[in-house]
């Protein structure tokens, strides 16, 4: 089993800012990459940022240059610097990972997500 703890969602006004934290535990033997979605009443869930073992980075065009996605791969953990926070940034934020075991053709592939911690931004 694999557990994700989120936490560090608030309430926060227009253009603040905020860092969430998510540390993965259990039976992980390889983190393939972590990241961040986010989940809002009447839309679809949206991918946020994820970053690579390797350290390369993707985001939503929405909060480019805005948000950053870091990880520390020796605690299983990613974090998300999130600032001049939006009304439209309101969400609950899901931690996500994908993990691996097994090499080549026995190689297996998981994804795992949190429970969500909720970042509310007032206007």
């Known amino acids: 089993q694999v557990q994700l703890v989120e936490s560090g969602g608030d309430l926060v006004q227009t253009g603040g800012s905020l860092s969430l934290s998510c540390a993965a535990s259990g039976n992980i033997y390889r983190t393939d990459a972590m990241g961040w979605y986010r989940r809002s009443p009447g839309k679809e869930s949206e991918l946020v940022a994820v970053i690579s073992s390797s350290g390369s980075t993707r985001y939503a065009d929405s909060v480019k240059g805005r948000f950053t996605v870091s990880s520390d791969n020796t605690k299983n953990s990613v974090y998300l610097r999130m600032s001049n926070l939006k009304p439209e940034d309101t969400a609950v934020y899901l931690c996500?990972?994908?993990?691996?075991?097994?090499?080549?053709?026995?190689?297996?592939?998981?994804?795992?997500w949190g429970q969500g911690t909720q970042v509310t931004v007032s206007s």
């Open positions: 996500y990972v994908h993990r691996s075991d097994g090499d080549g053709p026995h190689r297996r592939t998981y994804e795992h």
